[in-house]
């Protein structure tokens, strides 16, 4: 009987999001908070003959072959391990593509950890960390999950002790927003100033005080991302509306998340919020535990 794993692929909010400089490789220095949610899509990992590796995918618009970052990531780490197997990834989205949850960043690291376990390569995490950096700046957060500090270019990840649980209402409209062009508007804004909050939302989260987790939340590319997209910004005062404690951005967008601190004001707030905008989830935050204890094994 063919092996499989299937495993929970988890999405991320930013609690902070600091553009700092621009680097020489082209890419910016960022300083960022980010929590992994409970929304998640579906990972079934499938040994099969010979040494090809085949990925389906309920979303016809998602590529099925190694334009994929989960197909590049089980290449990669086979590669690495210097075996070569059959393996079929079948991948069941729920995380909205192009909003600023890293649904495709998570699907990588997600498929690394369950290549490894799968087949049992042995391979340490550090060599996951240094696979997953390679495909994508935010892939690292993944290994790490949980709760974590984001540096460089979103690759130098430190873990953090989990943030106090929190209860989230995402919104994706019906828009997408180009991560490149966000950054162009960003560095165009005349005296940009950073708001350079993750060393005080890192401090609020050791503090354990959840309305200070709250208060600090910051995100530098609300400004320039809703003078582009009135909709967004029109969302995110939609949400405060709906009575979400605030509201922030999804990384570079386009969904925005509404925060709530218990579950009855979240499916309140989702209530009202789903009366203009289906594409809404209710969602809460993980322990880094909760982030890694979603596989299910068969032989």
Known sequence: MKRTLTLHSCAKVNYTLDILSLRSDGYHNIASVMQTISLFDTIKLTESEGD??????????????????????????????GVSRGLHIQLIKRIPSQAGLGGGSSNAAFTLIGVNELFGLGLPTEELRKVAASLGSDVPFFICGGTASARGRGEKITPISDAPSLWFVIVKPNMNVSTAQAYRDLDGLTNRVSARKTREMEEAIQSGDVQRVVLNMSNDFE?????????????????????????????????????????NEAEECLRLIQLKYPASFLCSSLTREEAHSNSSKED
């Open 223 to 263: 400004q320039s991302v809703m003078e582009r997209h009135l909709p967004i910004a029109l969302l995110h005062d939609d949400l405060l509306m709906s009575k979400a404690q605030a509201a922030r951005l999804c990384g570079s967008g386009s969904s925005v998340f509404g925060v709530m601190f218990s579950r």
């Open 52 to 81: 090809e590796i085949t990925l389906e995918c309920d979303r016809p618009e998602i590529p099925h072959d190694q334009r994929n970052i989960a197909w590049r990531a089980a290449s990669e780490i086979l590669r690495m391990a």
